[in-house]
């Protein structure tokens, strides 16, 4: 059986498409939440319009000791630390764990799987991550994505139990790479957001995009991350579908940035919290990273987009 801790749109998304292949719990931490997805068999808070199917048992508080392949934790970042602590009896028996969130713990420069770390030390974590969003998972489309575990044979097994009929996954053992891949592209598509919302256009987000992935690539490399893995699934793909799709919530809350209004309230952002934590390390490691520290400054509300433009295309001439 597989559990996923976490029913948001993204949890339950892959419990759905897991359903396919044999039986999965989904945990909800509200109790009204969970009644509700029990009665009606949806999710209409987070993903409606999708029937859950009856493969899917919903699970709130505790629960009883049962054999479990593995526990997806569909958490964000910035909570996981505080989920685990208070879930530790629970998450302590349920199997490898798989995050399934892309950031930077803002307090703590932590990637996912290290917060998990911290927290239940010994346990052993994987990522899950790549270009998907939860309508797609949820309706069937094909997705294809990276599990990246630091055990060979830990992964292998991960990968043969979480693949699903429209969830094709490809295994790596860099998990720093993966992890970094996807906090780092959600900056990204931040700043993609707000140059097409300030009306600069395709031109401009293309040149933003290449030198953005440029920095990505310097970023994760000095973080320990191997190149090879930024150009995969995890790395260039998030890329490319996190910074051109209105689904996107980094996108959409840069569009919003860009034309200087309220973002969609209650909407986790990722990214913003992660382009801070980048920039402090990049400040801490003498790191040069022009695109990121703009759009950093951007959320931060240190600078206006007209004057990250300005302060980009002022930089000296240099080869490419």
Excluded at 161 to 190: C, F, Q
Excluded at 217 to 225: T, W
Excluded at 237 to 256: I, P
Excluded at 264 to 284: F, L
């Amino acid at each position: 059986m597989i559990r996923v801790m976490g029913a948001g749109a993204f949890g339950t998304a892959l419990a759905v498409s897991l359903a396919k292949t044999g039986p999965v719990t989904l945990w909800c931490r509200d109790a009204e939440h969970a009644r509700e997805m029990r009665k009606t068999r949806e999710n209409a808070r987070r993903l409606p319009g999708v029937t859950l199917p009856e493969a899917i048992s919903i699970a709130t508080g505790d629960l009883p000791p049962t054999d479990v392949d593995a526990t997806l934790l569909s958490v964000p970042t910035q909570k996981l630390r505080a989920f685990c602590e208070e879930n530790q009896r629970l998450l302590g028996s349920g199997g490898p764990l798989v995050a399934c969130c892309k950031g930077i713990e803002l307090s703590t420069g932590r990637r996912p799987t290290q917060v998990i770390e911290d927290v239940l030390p010994g346990a052993i974590c994987a990522i899950l991550t790549g270009p998907s969003f939860a309508d797609d998972i949820a309706k069937g489309l094909p997705t294809a994505l990276t599990l990246a575990c630091e055990g060979e044979a830990t992964g292998a097994a991960l990968q043969e139990r979480l693949t699903t009929p429209n969830l094709r996954l490809y295994r790596s053992t860099d998990v720093i790479g993966a992890e970094l891949g996807g906090a780092l592209k959600n900056v990204i598509a931040i700043g993609c957001g707000a140059a097409m919302g300030a009306g600069l256009g395709e031109s401009a987000r293309a040149a933003l995009l290449t030198r953005a992935f440029a920095e990505m690539k310097r970023a994760a490399v000095e973080m320990g991350a191997e190149r090879e893995t930024l150009s995969g699934l995890s790395g260039f793909g998030d890329l490319v579908l996190t910074c051109t799709s209105g689904q996107s919530r980094n996108y959409r809350f840069g569009v919003s940035l860009g034309q200087g209004k309220e973002f969609e309230p209650g909407v986790t952002v990722e990214g913003a919290a992660t382009a801070e934590a980048v920039c402090n390390h990049a400040e801490k490691a003498g790191l040069d990273l022009p695109v990121i520290r703009a759009i950093t400054m951007l959320v931060t509300g240190q600078l206006r987009v007209d004057q990250a433009m300005d302060m980009l295309l002022s930089r000296p001439l240099k080869e490419e």
